[in-house]
């Protein structure tokens, strides 16, 4: 079954402080990984994925296939990360249809 | 461009009622899917369309339903409502069959009662 899980619902750190959000996905063929997030009273949106290995806003996610893992990571989190982050998997041939983590909010405290 | 829309935006009806949601993509965006989001359950996925013609479907009842014209715009629709039902619609749309960025519109919170 494609699942993916999170498994913080709240992670709070101090600005200038090292960030990782957590993201295992269960999938048996070659997913698709992004990394959404939703900023308060903003709507749902893009943050980064996999494929393009890029940076977005200092963030960076790996995906790493034997630990089915795309943790979400930022060297030094300024208060502006606060926000809820979803991870995200498309199976190949699924196309249009994202598997949705449960959520992690970051609250970070100046 | 003007981004992702949906109307409407608050809804509140009955057990037993009928609703339609209506997306209207960014323009040039063929594809558009449906998700719920709910405290409970999270984010997950309906349906998606694709060129007019559903492409992929989630695990929800048959009285939750869609289309998408011509135009590219998609309607959804949920029939004999249930408490359950209640939760925020949002719908995304993404310009190619390889949806790999989808845009989502503001969502149209549906409260059941």
């Known amino acids: 079954a494609q699942r993916v899980t999170q498994p913080e619902k709240l992670l709070s750190v101090f600005k200038g402080a090292p960030v990782e959000l957590k993201c295992n996905y269960s999938?048996?063929?070659?997913?698709?990984l992004f990394w959404y997030v939703q900023y308060s009273r903003q709507r749902l949106q893009l943050l980064l994925r996999?494929?393009s290995r890029e940076s977005i806003k200092g963030f960076t996610a790996d995906l790493n296939k034997g630990e089915t893992s795309f943790h979400l990571k930022k060297p030094f989190a300024q208060e502006e990360d606060s926000a809820m982050y979803y991870c995200?998997?498309?199976?190949?041939?699924?196309?249009?249809?994202?598997?949705f983590g449960q959520g992690t909010t970051l609250q970070v405290k100046p | 461009k003007a981004g992702v829309t949906q109307t409407p935006r608050y809804l509140i009806k009955t057990r037993g009622q009928q609703v339609t949601l209506s997306c209207s993509p960014i323009s040039g965006h063929r594809s558009v899917s449906w998700y719920q989001q709910t405290p409970g359950q999270g984010l997950q996925f309906l349906f998606e369309?694709?060129?007019?013609?559903?492409?992929n479907k989630g695990n929800f009842p048959g009285r939750f339903s869609g289309r998408q014209f011509s135009n590219s715009r998609s309607e959804m629709n949920v029939s004999t409502l249930e408490l359950g039902d209640s939760a925020l619609y949002l719908c995304a749309s993404s310009q190619s069959s390889v949806a790999y960025e989808q845009y989502f519109g503001p969502g149209t919170r549906l409260t059941v009662t």
């Open positions: 995200a998997l498309s199976g190949s041939g699924n196309t249009g249809k994202l598997i």
């Open positions: 999938y048996s063929g070659s997913p698709e």
């Open positions: 369309y694709f060129s007019e013609t559903q492409r």
């Open positions: 996999h494929i």
